[in-house]
């Protein structure tokens, strides 16, 4: 039990941050319970089915897009605007986990209970910058594309996705090779430049709205 507790917190932070963005249907209650009814139906699965056991390591996170099924149930928004905002959130969430085994495994062993405690403290240690600061804008963008181009609903999803596809890509590849301080710097880079990547859109949103108020 205890090697899941990385990829049940990862589970919970990738909830919170989604819920954050998205649009409401039902009280936080019922959320909470159609979420963790249908993790323990998607666990049920895996225990009778051997075969399909997903490691605790999040080198298969693609698999986490099974939960478009209760989220499009919960939250208001549009297919391609969910893909949008769970890739978004995950890239942070997955990228804490990703830098966490890699510091585990370099700085003490690559252990479960481990990589859990530098997780959980990396996610102390960012989630209040990232729910005051990167959370806000991120919802500011997605509010405000509705006054644009229509493609801008086929390219972000499409840019997102393959974001977060970068990093997963990584990570499942980082997991195969030694640990080094390189890996950790490549994910720290590639986190950096997608958290740059929402700043530079929310600018350009925002530039773009404050011409539209002066013509």
Same mark, same amino acid.
């Given at each position: @039990?205890? #090697?899941?507790?990385? &990829? &049940?917190? /990862? ?8 819920? #954050?963005?998205?649009? %409401? %249907? ?6 909470? +319970? ?5 993790? +323990? ?30 989220? $499009?149930?919960?939250? $208001? ?8 905002? @769970? =890739?978004? =959130? ?10 966490? &085994? #890699? ?9 479960? &209970? ?12 960012? @989630?209040?910058?990232?729910? $005051? ?12 594309? %509705?006054?644009?181009? $229509? ?10 996705? !393959? ?12 997991? %195969? ?7 950790? +710097?490549?994910?720290? !880079?590639? /986190?950096?430049?997608?958290? @740059?990547?929402?700043?530079? !859109? ?8 404050? /011409?539209?108020? !002066?013509?």
């Amino acid at each position: @039990m205890l #090697q899941y507790l990385p &990829i &049940i917190e /990862l589970l919970f932070f990738n909830s919170l941050t989604v819920h #954050q963005c998205c649009e %409401k %249907k039902y009280s936080v209650f019922r959320t909470v +319970l159609v979420i963790v009814l249908f993790s +323990l139906g998607l666990l049920a699965v895996f225990w009778l089915l051997p075969f399909l056991s997903i490691p605790a390591d999040g080198s298969l996170s693609l698999i986490g897009f099974v939960y478009i099924i209760p989220l $499009r149930y919960l939250y $208001r928004e549009r297919t391609a605007l969910l893909v949008v905002i @769970m =890739c978004s =959130c995950w890239v942070y969430t997955l990228g804490v986990q990703a830098v966490s &085994i #890699q510091l585990a495994a370099l700085l003490l062993e690559n252990s479960s &209970i481990y990589v859990f405690a530098i997780e959980t403290l990396l996610f102390l240690a960012t @989630m209040f910058p990232f729910f $005051r600061k990167v959370v806000p804008k991120f919802i500011f963008v997605l509010d405000n594309l %509705k006054y644009f181009d $229509r493609n801008w609903y086929r390219y972000l999803p499409a840019s997102s996705f !393959l974001v977060f596809l970068c990093l997963a890509v990584s990570h499942a590849i980082f997991l %195969k090779v030694p640990p080094s301080p390189y890996n950790v +710097l490549a994910l720290l !880079l590639l /986190l950096s430049s997608a958290f @740059m990547s929402h700043f530079m !859109l929310y600018k350009i949103v925002t530039d773009a709205i404050k /011409l539209n108020q !002066l013509e």
